[in-house]
């Protein structure tokens, strides 16, 4: 039986996500306060109780902040633990969902907000496109490497990559209609409606 727990950081890992979720939630705030293109990193600093430098060390540009979560190196974890020879789209179903169920029951109100930040600030909208690529990445290599095959595998590439493109036109859906569902749900229903018509 393959163990879906969620990998434990240890302190020094949990120390720097106490500080990237002190830094997140002030630049949420003054995001709401004061809009996107009004907020500074400098004022994130100050309202975060941390330097510039910090917010730097952290998030390289303005719009990582919005886009940075916790959860790539979670998500690895779990592909590599999933049994060798599985479907990917099932490898993926437990990857992404379980930690995205965590997340969205730990701050819905965010996760709405830093989509519709995603959605209205066009230099946000093409940094996510940047860090789709980078997830990409790094799914493809988890699921190549757990089932031996070559990293560049064209049948991985093209499913992991079908299914995150997927999945931005249903987190797209699902802002207009203003979060109301369980995030999580939403994609769970689109990676079903993918499995259908692949086995189709």
Not at 34 to 48: F, R
Not at 93 to 115: F, I, K, N, T
Not at 133 to 145: D, N, Y
């Amino acid at each position: 039986m393959v163990s879906t727990a969620h990998p434990k950081p240890g302190l020094r890992e949990r120390k720097k996500i106490q500080t990237r979720q002190a830094i997140r939630r002030a630049a949420y705030r003054l995001f709401g306060e004061q809009g996107y293109d009004g907020t500074t990193v400098e004022q994130i600093a100050a309202a975060a109780e941390v330097s510039p430098s910090t917010v730097f060390r952290y998030f390289p540009t303005k719009e990582d902040i919005v886009l940075t979560d916790e959860y790539d190196p979670i998500m690895v974890a779990i592909l590599r633990a999933r049994p060798a020879g599985e479907p990917i789209i099932e490898s993926i179903r437990h990857a992404v969902l379980g930690p995205l169920h965590d997340m969205y029951a730990a701050d819905s109100e965010e996760m709405v907000q830093r989509m519709r930040l995603a959605r209205d600030v066009p230099a946000i909208r093409a940094r996510m496109g940047e860090n789709m690529q980078l997830s990409c990445g790094l799914m493809t290599r988890a699921l190549a490497e757990r089932d031996n095959r070559s990293v560049d595998d064209l049948e991985i590439r093209i499913v992991v990559g079908g299914l995150l493109g997927a999945w931005g036109e249903a987190i797209m859906a699902w802002i207009e209609d203003d979060g109301r569902e369980n995030l999580a749900d939403v994609l769970d229903h689109t990676l079903r409606v993918l499995a259908a018509n692949f086995a189709g």
